[in-house]
């Protein structure tokens, strides 16, 4: 059974850090695209990073040169390094999942974990 599971979420203050790790159920890194969402109050779920299964990267653009994904092959394990938070990075993180092509959507994501709050005060 695939299965996601996020954790490090917290509450910070402007300017702080935090890093995310997803633990999954032995996805092939090569194979799988992964990614980190994230959902805001009365906002639609949007991606801020993304891992494919090349190894390439890439970041939305209110994310770029602050968070920094990674991914630990042996530990099953997905990261978001966040560092310069701020209150707009507030919300629910998910981390996600789907064979092949990286969709830049949520809808094109295959499974997901249950998600973790992170919430930056100013």
């Known amino acids: 059974q695939v299965q996601l599971a996020e954790s490090g979420g917290g509450s910070v203050q402007a300017g702080g850090s935090l890093r995310l790790s997803c633990a999954d159920s032995g996805f092939t890194y090569t194979v799988y695209c992964m990614a980190w969402f994230r959902q805001a109050p009365g906002k639609e779920r949007e991606r801020v990073a993304r891992i494919g299964s090349d190894g390439g990267k890439r970041y939305a653009e209110s994310v770029q040169g602050r968070f920094t994904i990674s991914r630990d092959n042996a530990k099953n394990t997905l990261y978001l390094q966040m560092n310069t938070l701020k209150p707009e990075d507030t919300g629910i993180y998910y981390c996600?999942?789907?064979?092949?092509?990286?969709?830049?959507?949520?809808?094109?994501?295959?499974?997901w974990g249950q998600g973790t709050q992170v919430t930056v005060s100013s």
């Open positions: 996600a999942a789907v064979r092949g092509y990286c969709a830049v959507d949520a809808a094109g994501f295959t499974f």
